[in-house]
């Protein structure tokens, strides 16, 4: 079939896109000489990770148990389950240790002591990445805190569980203005993290950590060097990239591999309504730091060299509906005509489709499967 | 099995609240003497659209051709497509209209022709309601335009089509500061169809509109009287209401029937970090002309009589994290505990989710599917 026939909404990917935008990000690792353990988060698809174990990606990160669940069932067995661990996982992640070996994060004593009883009680043994915080305070211990140190040796001590290493995630680069900042920040996180690791191997040489793990699709983007110390990077979005990614300086347009590929359903005098709102996009507003006017991703030419289409802005979305305010400028376009999008936070949308219809030029050449979902549907 | 039992994020939906919330809503549309035709793009769940059957709904208004072919399967055979056609659904909507009787939306003079042609070629005949706009800018003809008159004209003409009636959404009441607001846009909106109404009967008898429709659920939760002449309303959030809608007026906290309950993953000094982001909740930010402080959801307690818990507020939210601003008089929360959110936005929060888990008190008494996804997903 050809993109011209679809019934939209449908997400389009382009292969050769995503294919290069694997490939850069492996060859920069290999050059930097640290280990690739790319966020599946972004993707939650079994052949693109594929793609990348192919190209030499270490291991994966997930941030859910349904993630972690999946990717085991097809065959991934070096899993970081990068999100602090709350006791309703301990189970499933037991479950997922017996078909692969799942790195899982702590940041706080309490669920260091919990875990490991329920590690003795199955007679298990975990291995836990203490999650640092270097600046972003979502998640993690703060680096250079007395904390940071006891709760290793914390972990280090709990039957039941191997420190394995520190992990970091640099996520305030998100709310840079510059890509000097973003660089700026990469470095000072990587500094952080050496910094840490230092000092636990000087308290205790069974503390230096075996991994040293950063990661963010602008920080390695952007990065030309890596610290000694760093072993390990785990970018994620840089599969697909997406308008933020743009509106950050990590890419250019002409590498956003996922779009959206929409029907103009009305037209009218100042705009034109399109079949993609909310759940086709999401209602991520992109990097709103920036002081840009509001726009919920950006109508691009379909196929060949990317170009942004002048005259046209997404304004605003509704369930189902999107409005684009047209400019004097704008194409003439007509109902039933199609407008590709590239959406401003690429895993959001994609966590909103089943499948990807993978394109090459206008040929849909394969379709894959998004493993979209919660453990809650699980539940029994 | 008992709602602390939870692996989460996860979905509830309390089934008190929801059949409240229809009864009271059917109740009404039969006091003011019009057909309800609730929307389901909030639902999309055949369970609780045979709910709405039993309380005496007329028909189903829906947003997609996904959703118009998962319902006409499930047996719902009097349904209207609310969103104008464009050509890609030409074909989905004639292999529906096999199984039932589906009425659809045009507001361009170009689609009249085109699928006239189609029709006529098909050998079928549709059903259209003409789409009306009466302040909300996004679809539709203005009503008090000559066009709106000429393309009743044009759609009663043309071969293979049978104009029925006239609908309009009122979506911007969602944009009122006030109940009185609300109330007001809403008494215009039901003069302006009536009027067009009338003038397209006196026009020409044959254009007198069998159907007279608007509907919102603001709207519909805070009227008392409908205009002579209204024959139809279609809300749809009032199932589950949420959190925009209380701000808004048209429900209290404890008529909210859908939350996700998701699991403290992280405690700090001045935060909490729960398991529930973008992918369980919707970066929705809800009313932001309200000026309100931004927050992604209401944390409440769980279970009996709904109330928010004072000093939680949910200030971000990244894929999977939902950071959690602690005030001083917020409760002491720890690792594992769960919270219980009703989310800014119902419709796009169940849309992230496969299951509704029904609950009665603290028991999961059914689980019901979500029929979410694209016509692009069977693209083939």
């Given at each position: 079939?050809?993109?011209e026939?679809?019934?939209?909404p449908?997400?389009?990917?382009?292969?050769?896109?995503?294919?290069r935008?694997?490939?850069?990000?492996a060859?920069?690792a290999?050059r930097?000489?640290?280990?690739?353990?790319?966020?599946i988060?972004?993707?939650?698809?079994?052949?693109?990770?594929?793609i990348?174990r192919?190209?030499?990606?270490?291991?994966?990160t997930?941030?859910?148990?349904?993630?972690a669940?999946?990717?085991?069932?097809?065959?991934?067995?070096?899993i970081?389950y990068?999100?602090p661990?709350s006791?309703d996982?301990?189970q499933p992640v037991?479950?997922?240790?017996?078909?692969?070996?799942?790195?899982i994060?702590?940041?706080?004593p309490t669920t260091?002591?919990?875990?490991?009883?329920?590690?003795?009680?199955?007679?298990?043994?975990l291995?836990?990445m203490m999650?640092?915080?270097v600046?972003?305070h979502?998640?993690?211990?703060?680096?250079?805190s007395?904390?940071?140190?006891?709760?290793?040796?914390?972990?280090?001590?709990a039957?039941?569980?191997?420190?394995v290493?520190?992990l970091?995630h640099?996520?305030?680069?998100?709310?840079?203005?510059?890509?000097?900042e973003?660089?700026r920040?990469?470095?000072d996180a990587?500094?952080?993290?050496?910094?840490l690791a230092?000092?636990?191997?000087?308290?205790?040489?069974?503390?230096a950590?075996?991994?040293?793990?950063i990661?963010?699709t602008p920080?390695?983007?952007l990065?030309?060097?890596?610290?000694?110390?760093?072993?390990?990077?785990?970018?994620?979005?840089?599969?697909?990239y997406?308008y933020?990614?743009?509106?950050?300086g990590?890419?250019?347009?002409?590498?956003?591999?996922?779009?959206?590929?929409?029907s103009?359903v009305?037209v009218?005098?100042?705009?034109i309504v399109?079949?993609?709102?909310a759940t086709a996009?999401?209602?991520?507003p992109?990097?709103?730091?920036?002081n840009?006017?509001?726009?919920f991703g950006r109508?691009?030419r379909?196929?060949g060299?990317?170009?942004e289409?002048?005259?046209?802005?997404?304004?605003?979305?509704s369930?189902?509906h999107?409005?684009?305010r047209?400019?004097?400028?704008?194409?003439?376009?007509?109902?039933?005509?199609h407008?590709?999008?590239v959406?401003?936070?690429?895993?959001?949308?994609?966590?909103?489709f089943?499948?990807y219809?993978?394109?090459?030029?206008?040929?849909?050449?394969?379709?894959?499967r998004?493993?979209?979902?919660h453990?809650?549907?699980?539940?029994?």
């Amino acid at each position: 079939m050809r993109v011209e026939s679809f019934v939209t909404p449908a997400l389009l990917l382009d292969r050769h896109r995503l294919e290069r935008n694997i490939r850069r990000m492996a060859e920069k690792a290999r050059r930097l000489g640290v280990a690739l353990r790319p966020h599946i988060k972004t993707h939650k698809c079994v052949e693109i990770a594929k793609i990348q174990r192919n190209h030499g990606a270490t291991g994966i990160t997930v941030s859910t148990v349904y993630e972690a669940m999946t990717f085991a069932r097809a065959g991934f067995d070096d899993i970081t389950y990068a999100v602090p661990l709350s006791p309703d996982k301990f189970q499933p992640v037991r479950e997922i240790a017996d078909a692969a070996r799942i790195k899982i994060l702590l940041d706080n004593p309490t669920t260091v002591d919990r875990l490991s009883d329920f590690c003795v009680e199955q007679g298990i043994s975990l291995d836990v990445m203490m999650k640092v915080d270097v600046g972003y305070h979502r998640c993690g211990v703060t680096y250079d805190s007395p904390e940071a140190v006891h709760l290793a040796e914390r972990i280090h001590a709990a039957p039941g569980l191997r420190f394995v290493g520190i992990l970091t995630h640099e996520g305030h680069v998100y709310d840079a203005s510059t890509t000097a900042e973003i660089r700026r920040r990469v470095d000072d996180a990587q500094r952080a993290m050496v910094s840490l690791a230092r000092k636990l191997k000087e308290r205790n040489a069974a503390l230096a950590p075996e991994v040293v793990s950063i990661g963010s699709t602008p920080g390695m983007s952007l990065v030309e060097e890596i610290a000694d110390g760093i072993t390990e990077v785990r970018p994620g979005n840089y599969v697909f990239y997406d308008y933020e990614q743009v509106l950050l300086g990590s890419c250019g347009i002409d590498d956003c591999a996922l779009t959206v590929v929409a029907s103009v359903v009305g037209v009218y005098d100042d705009r034109i309504v399109i079949d993609a709102g909310a759940t086709a996009l999401s209602v991520d507003p992109g990097p709103e730091h920036l002081n840009l006017q509001r726009a919920f991703g950006r109508i691009v030419r379909i196929n060949g060299e990317r170009a942004e289409i002048p005259g046209l802005t997404i304004v605003s979305l509704s369930q189902e509906h999107g409005k684009v305010r047209l400019e004097d400028n704008a194409d003439k376009l007509t109902i039933g005509d199609h407008v590709e999008i590239v959406p401003n936070h690429s895993c959001l949308t994609a966590n909103l489709f089943d499948t990807y219809h993978v394109i090459e030029g206008d040929k849909v050449v394969a379709r894959w499967r998004i493993s979209r979902g919660h453990c809650g549907s699980a539940n029994v």
